[in-house]
């Protein structure tokens, strides 16, 4: 079986420009999460959604993050304008039932110059 | 809230040697507890899963995990390590949500 799918898997790219992070969960998961880890502060959950749907963002930094699950296949991530202190390594994870264990993509790593 | 405790940030044993990697968790019930392993450049692996029953779990790569509901304990064990077993490795819990709470992490070094 596929497991999740992220892409792309590096990004390199200017401050003030739109960056866009891609998702595919495993099928039949309909759990979905973001997480942006880096050297001091670890891995932050940045938001989780449940059959689509957003159900806590609290943990997205600011109004220049945002995430989308258009449907049950595919959710991004963007940030607009992106910032130096923005660089990270970001993972999408999946579940398919209440407290089973998240599944992991590969992660992006991001770098703002 | 809950919370997850991985006291020791980074850990260096001989290749042969056994291992001990501490866990601690903070939950008033019985939590859903996990290790992960996460290699260099790669996303985190699941290793072993604890939801109820046996307290000593088999997990995957010759790791094993105890629960030990009195010390609030997971702690991951390795008879015998070897040079690949090189990664950081977290715990992580969970408990009536689809949320988990995930310790700092624990790099492992193994010497030759």
């Known amino acids: 079986d596929a497991g999740v799918i992220q892409s792309p898997r590096h990004e390199v790219t200017e401050m003030g420009q739109e960056v866009t992070l891609r998702c595919k969960p495993i099928?039949?998961?309909?759990?979905l999460f973001w997480y942006r880890q880096t050297m001091m502060r670890g891995l932050e959950l940045l938001i989780y959604?449940?059959?689509?749907?957003?159900?806590?963002d609290s943990g997205m930094p600011e109004d220049r993050f945002s995430a989308k699950m258009p449907n049950a296949s595919f959710s991004t991530l963007k940030i607009q304008p992106s910032e130096p202190r923005d660089s990270a390594v970001y993972f999408c994870?999946?579940?398919?039932?209440?407290?089973?264990?998240?599944?992991f993509g590969d992660g992006t790593r991001l770098s703002i110059l | 809230a809950q919370s997850v405790t991985q006291p020791d940030i980074h850990i260096t044993v001989s290749e042969g040697a056994s291992l001990e990697l501490r866990c601690n968790y903070s939950?008033?019930?019985?939590?859903?507890l996990f290790w992960y392993v996460q290699s260099p450049g790669q996303g985190l692996q699941l290793l072993l899963k604890?939801?109820?029953?046996?307290?000593l779990v088999q997990g995957i790569k010759g790791f094993e995990a105890e629960f030990k509901r009195s010390q609030s304990s997971f702690n991951l064990r390795k008879p015998s390590v070897h040079w690949s077993d090189a990664a950081e490795y977290f715990c992580?819990?969970?408990?009536?949500?689809?949320?988990?709470?995930f310790g700092k992490g624990t790099k492992l070094s193994v010497i030759p």
């Open positions: 994870a999946s579940s398919n039932a209440l407290n089973q264990p998240q599944h």
């Open positions: 099928s039949g998961h309909n759990s």
């Open positions: 959604f449940n059959n689509n749907v957003p159900i806590d």
């Open positions: 939950y008033g019930a019985t939590p859903y």
């Open positions: 604890y939801f109820s029953g046996d307290t």
């Open positions: 992580a819990s969970g408990a009536g949500s689809y949320q988990l709470t």
